[in-house]
């Protein structure tokens, strides 16, 4: 049973059982209150018992949460679990309060040992367990509809000394309704709580044994009826027999705002640890400051916010309150007030405010001397020198691989990614796309020093680590294509001690795999890795041979393979015949490759004159060798004649037009400047027969839908104005309606010097350019 109700002024007999809510400010204030009003000899908390020695660190300057503790199983890295607290969580306040008093302080729920071993890898703890919402069944009995408002009008609200009967009298008002909801529900749905509430009753009967009954416990609300139980040792003990157990290690780890409005560890996710925070930090006036802060995000963002607005939605959210018979203005009405008077009625700039302030990007931080496996030791090393500090919002760097320091930056982003530590990710740069810049995109995830932690059975160092790794990947890889995208990795993170175990496993694969679209897959990644080679000072000597082998039976095989290909088959191949015309591109200019091109130039050539081949790939190497400067506009005028003559199936002349128009770059102005191709498209078009016309409607529509605006604009002109449908099919030599007869050389060469101010080669006004 519970301890007898304090009367005013006295505390209750026996131990202290704090029932708080895990993350809660209103809690948070109520213990620190209580702690400093009993002073009891001892302070027990919710927590792994195997956390006590690294209590002590709580109190080091460098400590600034949100921190978690991490358990992870030393055999099985991956299988982890956290206990995360932030400054406004009870335990963290009674451990802080504990410390700064030289209070002893302890963990006593379930050793991590058996929390891991008693569940699944990524499944958690056995804190998680989900089952009934006691805070939801109080809120819906008190008649609210939201457990949160419930909670912030019962506690938060609430001045933790305001009652007569002393700063306990919440946690024994909250253990009466717990001991309620105990004996109406049971367990709740926490089958494992009987397992876990044995283990404190027996830490707490061990502390009372050593300092009596002036000891405090801070736990969830939930377990305070099973801890002031009655039960026996024997009992308590029988529970805990033949339980499963594994080994583990725990350090201290940062967490951050956002990771606490989600589901972890203590099972007690909260939708708004910003604002939580903020509850706990301000001195008064929390409605005042927490306006003030939205205004200054705002501002931040150039909208106009003035005091006035501040002022305005103050009163707002007081009169919210007021009439929605709240005590005080919670978030909800500071919420609605914000919208109405800062935001304009607007919810865009309103989830700015959520995602800013309401649950916050503050990551925390855990000093050098918490306990990490030496990987994480060596990446902490290589941030700080490097100047990459981790964060937890997103943010873009851009990378000068011509300079030292990013160049480095890059190879250890490269390595991480190598070991599945996603702090960056590769982004479309908004400068120049040579070799030589780099875009990332970072965000540091408290999940990630489970990887680290996983990814130290590779190496103590990250270098070391990434190598370990990357060999073995090389040996392990399914696929042709695999061992390929992992050499580009290699020399995109500068492991040239992998690349040789790397080049084998290549070689190898490359040499057994007769798969010509396996090969084909391959070479885009060889033939990038060449030009990295360059920009990185790595050797690329062996890597240039297999490319200009590969790409060399890719010309002979390809051809054959293209002969009877369903649709799908002939898309996928669509989309290799792009990569290996990229990639013949690249080796041309890195290796030595004679006649490279010219037999490349002699397999499209045959793709595009073969009937057997499907109409997305004979239209896609017609368009490939027009670009090129291998085929005239005749000879592309007149295969697509052939493709579009009305003995063609509708189908496979829309792929055609799909293959020739589609995803290549400039296909729309193409026919805006060729009126012969506009031409017999629009013959063609014209001609298709009704019943066939929704059969080839969306091949068409996902090929003109991806222009630009402007130029299915002129498109849609030039049809417009309409043209001489002999001059579409080759019959006469006049120009069509929209364009010159000729080349108006004097109004080509106006735009010369404009293009040189563009390209940085002065202003002179040169005529011959346009020439």
Same mark, same amino acid.
């Given at each position: 049973?519970?301890?007898?109700?304090?009367?005013?002024?006295?505390?209750?007999? #026996?131990?202290? !059982?704090? /029932?708080?809510?895990?993350? /809660?400010?209103?809690?948070?204030?109520?213990?620190?209150?209580? &702690?400093e009003s009993v002073r009891p000899r001892a302070v027990l908390v919710e927590g792994p018992p195997e956390g006590d020695a690294l209590l002590a660190l709580a109190a080091d300057e460098g400590m600034r949460p949100p921190v978690a503790l991490l358990a992870?199983?030393?055999?099985?890295?991956? %299988?982890?679990?956290?206990?995360?607290?932030?400054?406004?969580?009870?335990?963290?306040?009674?451990?802080?309060?504990?410390?700064?008093? #030289?209070?002893?302080?302890?963990?006593?729920? &379930?050793?991590?040992? %058996?929390?891991?071993?008693?569940?699944?890898? $990524?499944?958690?703890?056995?804190?998680?367990?989900?089952?009934?919402? +006691?805070?939801g069944i109080l809120a819906r009995t008190a008649g609210y509809d939201d457990p949160e408002r419930w909670w912030e009008d019962v506690v938060e609200h609430r001045s933790a000394d305001g009652s007569p009967a002393g700063p306990w009298a919440p946690f024994a008002a909250l253990a009466e309704a717990m001991t309620a909801l105990r004996e109406a529900y049971g367990d709740g749905g926490h089958p494992r709580d009987a397992v876990r509430e044995a283990c404190m009753r027996l830490r707490l009967r061990s502390a009372r044994k050593e300092y009596g009954d002036d000891v405090a416990v801070v736990c969830g609300a939930w377990h305070v009826p099973a801890l002031a139980a009655?039960?026996?040792?024997?009992?308590?003990?029988?529970? *805990?027999? #033949?339980? +499963?157990?594994?080994?583990?290690?725990?350090?201290?780890?940062?967490?951050?705002?956002?990771?606490?409005?989600?589901?972890?560890?203590? /099972?007690?996710?909260?939708?708004?640890p910003g604002w939580y925070g903020h509850l706990f930090a301000a001195p008064d006036r929390t409605v005042e400051r927490w306006m003030t802060k939205v205004a200054g995000l705002l501002r931040d963002e150039d909208r106009f916010v003035s005091s006035a607005h501040v002022i305005e939605a103050v009163r707002l959210a007081g009169t919210l309150a007021a009439l929605r018979g709240r005590p005080a203005a919670g978030l909800a009405e500071t919420t609605d007030a914000v919208r109405a008077v800062m935001c304009e009625g607007s919810d865009v700039p309103l989830h700015l405010v959520r995602d800013r302030l309401v649950v916050g990007e503050t990551l925390g931080e855990v000093p050098d001397t918490a306990p990490a496996v030496p990987?994480?030791?060596?990446?902490?090393?290589?941030?700080?020198?490097?100047?990459?500090?981790?964060?937890?919002?997103?943010?873009?760097?851009? *990378?000068?691989?011509?300079?030292?320091?990013?160049?480095?930056?890059?190879?250890?982003?490269?390595?991480?990614?190598?070991?599945?530590?996603?702090? /960056?990710?590769?982004?479309?740069?908004?400068?120049?796309? $040579?070799?030589?810049?780099?875009?990332?995109?970072?965000?540091?995830?408290?999940?990630?020093?489970?990887r680290i932690a996983e990814a130290g059975v590779w190496g103590t160092t990250v270098l070391s680590?990434?190598?370990?790794?990357?060999?073995?990947?090389?040996?392990?890889?399914?696929?042709?294509?695999?061992?390929?995208?992992?050499?580009?990795?290699?020399?995109?993170?500068? &492991?040239?001690?992998?690349?040789?175990?790397?080049?084998?496993?290549?070689?190898?694969?490359?040499?057994?795999?007769?798969?010509?679209? %396996?090969?084909?897959?391959?070479?885009?990644?060889?033939?990038?890795?060449?030009?990295? $080679?360059?920009?990185?000072?790595t050797g690329t000597a062996a890597l240039g041979e297999v490319a200009v082998g590969l790409a060399d039976r890719v010309c002979v095989g390809l051809p054959s393979a293209c002969a009877g290909l369903d649709a799908d088959a002939a898309a996928e191949v669509h989309r290799q015949v792009d990569g290996v015309h990229t990639a013949v591109g690249l080796l041309a200019g890195a290796v030595p490759a004679d006649g490279l091109r010219e037999r490349w130039a002699g397999v499209l050539g045959t793709l595009a004159a073969r009937d057997t081949v499907a109409g997305v790939i004979r239209g896609r190497a017609t368009r490939l060798l027009l670009d090129e400067g291998r085929l005239a506009g005749d000879g592309a005028a007149r295969l697509m004649g052939l493709a579009l003559s009305p003995g063609t199936p509708p189908a496979e002349a829309a792929a055609w037009i799909e293959g020739f128009f589609g995803g290549a770059a400039g296909g729309g102005m193409l026919l805006v400047h060729d009126e012969?191709?506009? $031409?017999?498209?629009?013959?063609?078009?014209?001609?298709?027969?009704?019943?066939?016309?929704?059969?080839?409607?969306? *091949? !068409?529509?996902?090929?003109?839908?991806?222009?630009? +605006?402007?130029?299915?604009?002129?498109?849609?002109?030039?049809?417009?104005r309409g043209r001489d449908p002999d001059r579409a099919r080759g019959e006469v030599e006049a120009a069509a309606p929209g364009f010159g007869a000729g080349l108006d050389e004097e109004r080509a060469a106006a735009v010369v010097p404009v293009l040189r101010l563009l390209l940085g080669s002065g202003t002179g006004a040169d005529r011959t350019g346009a020439r």
């Open positions: 049973m519970t301890p007898p109700a304090p009367g005013p002024g006295r505390a209750p007999e #026996g131990p202290l !059982l704090l /029932g708080v809510r895990h993350h /809660g400010p209103g809690s948070a204030r109520a213990v620190l209150a209580v &702690l992870h199983a030393v055999d099985d890295p991956g %299988h982890a679990a956290f206990w995360p607290m932030a400054e406004f969580s009870p335990e963290w306040v009674a451990i802080r309060w504990a410390l700064a008093h #030289g209070t002893p302080v302890r963990f006593i729920d &379930l050793p991590a040992a %058996h929390s891991l071993a008693m569940t699944e890898r $990524g499944e958690g703890a056995p804190e998680d367990d989900r089952g009934i919402d +006691p805070i009655r039960t026996t040792v024997a009992a308590d003990k029988a529970l *805990l027999k #033949g339980m +499963p157990k594994v080994r583990t290690e725990l350090t201290w780890v940062p967490w951050t705002h956002r990771r606490l409005a989600r589901h972890s560890g203590y /099972g007690a996710g909260i939708e708004s990987l994480q030791r060596d990446l902490t090393g290589q941030q700080r020198t490097l100047r990459l500090r981790p964060d937890a919002q997103e943010r873009e760097l851009e *990378l000068d691989l011509r300079k030292d320091t990013d160049a480095a930056r890059s190879r250890l982003l490269h390595r991480l990614r190598l070991l599945d530590i996603g702090w /960056g990710e590769p982004a479309a740069g908004r400068g120049s796309t $040579g070799t030589f810049r780099e875009t990332w995109r970072l965000r540091w995830q408290p999940e990630l020093s489970v680590a990434a190598t370990a790794r990357s060999a073995a990947d090389a040996v392990a890889a399914a696929s042709l294509a695999e061992v390929t995208a992992l050499a580009e990795r290699c020399l995109l993170a500068g &492991l040239s001690d992998a690349l040789p175990v790397v080049m084998k496993a290549l070689a190898d694969r490359a040499a057994l795999d007769t798969d010509v679209g %396996h090969l084909a897959d391959a070479l885009p990644a060889l033939a990038r890795s060449l030009r990295y $080679g360059d920009v990185r000072s012969r191709l506009l $031409g017999l498209v629009d013959a063609w078009l014209t001609g298709v027969p009704a019943g066939t016309f929704t059969d080839v409607l969306p *091949l !068409l529509r996902r090929t003109f839908s991806a222009y630009e +605006p402007g130029t299915r604009r002129a498109l849609g002109e030039l049809v417009r």
